[in-house]
């Protein structure tokens, strides 16, 4: 079996103010990079990361000295034209209020929809199982968005829940599990064995 520990980044400034920060490439905060390095996870065989810096630095705090390798797939759902706003700069804007009646299911204008995304992040999840199975890898962390661990477990999570269901703050994230040769194969199965917190180790 595969473990694969699914974190979130650590807080952004955009993330205190509630924003859709998606393709902006927001550093962490200085204090919370300072808090996230506390903690001591541990190591494992792999360290996969989303490309934009929230994710890279936090993957170094956690895993201090450990090769990081960027999933291009992971990166977080391009917004459009709601990229860097919050909900009080996007009130009376017609788009957003329509998306917001769908339930989140609506394309993003200007930007990609929930089905694109969710597609995304899988390719690069087939990525590392596949990298995974060939180097016979025990365990893998994955530090990425919370959009890209919700479309991954909303597609693939065991047991099955819906999309928002899986949100998780900052620097949070699921311990999950899979057989990577059956999920090559085609039995795509992750068991969720349950929460990460912040600061928990892997043991």
């Known amino acids: ?3 694969l520990y ?3 980044h ?8 509630g924003r859709y920060i998606g393709t902006t490439d ?4 200085p204090e919370e990079a300072a808090d996230l390095k506390k903690y001591d996870l541990g190591r494992v065989d792999r360290v996969y990361a989303s490309p934009r810096k ?3 630095e936090t993957a170094e705090i956690l895993y201090p ?3 990081i390798t960027l999933v291009e797939e992971f990166a977080e759902c391009d917004f459009g034209e709601f990229e860097n706003k919050n909900y009080q700069e996007l009130s009376g804007n017609p788009d957003y209020q329509k998306w917001v009646d769908s339930g989140g299911t609506l394309e993003f204008p200007g930007g990609e ?3 694109e995304f969710r597609e995304r992040c899988i390719a690069g999840l087939n990525r590392v199982v596949l990298e995974a199975y060939e180097n016979q890898w025990a365990e893998a962390a994955l530090i990425v968005h919370g959009g890209t661990i919700m479309s991954i477990l909303e597609a693939y999570g065991f047991p099955h829940q819906d999309y928002y269901s899986w949100h ?6 699921y311990r999950v599990r899979l057989d990577p040769e059956a999920y090559l194969r085609g039995s795509r199965q992750l068991i969720v064995d349950g929460r990460i917190v912040r600061g928990d180790s892997h043991e």
């Open 1 to 3: 079996m595969l473990k």
């Open 6 to 8: 699914m974190i979130r």
């Open 10 to 17: 650590g807080m952004t400034y955009g993330n205190t103010q």
């Open 26 to 29: 927001e550093p962490l905060l």
């Open 54 to 56: 929230r994710c890279r």
């Open 65 to 67: 000295g450990q090769e």
């Open 113 to 115: 929809s929930r089905k």
């Open 168 to 173: 998780v703050k900052n620097a949070e994230g």
